[in-house]
């Protein structure tokens, strides 16, 4: 079980919600919401590590 916290912002002019979840460090939960985050920086392609300022 993954404890996580939940905030949710609205904006209610737009109609817009985001949902933030968190996890303490240390916890399992906060090394399996870094694993996708690691995950996601990497271009499989590339030989090393990706710039991703556009410069």
Do not use: F, K, W
């Not at 737009?14 to 303490?24: D, I, S």
């Amino acid at each position: 079980m993954q404890e996580l916290r939940c905030e949710v912002l609205l904006n209610a002019d737009r109609g817009q919600h985001l949902a933030v979840r968190t996890a303490e460090p240390g916890r399992e939960s906060y090394e399996r919401l870094r694993l996708p985050r690691a995950i996601g920086l990497r271009d499989p392609g590339a030989p090393g590590p990706v710039d991703r300022t556009g410069a």
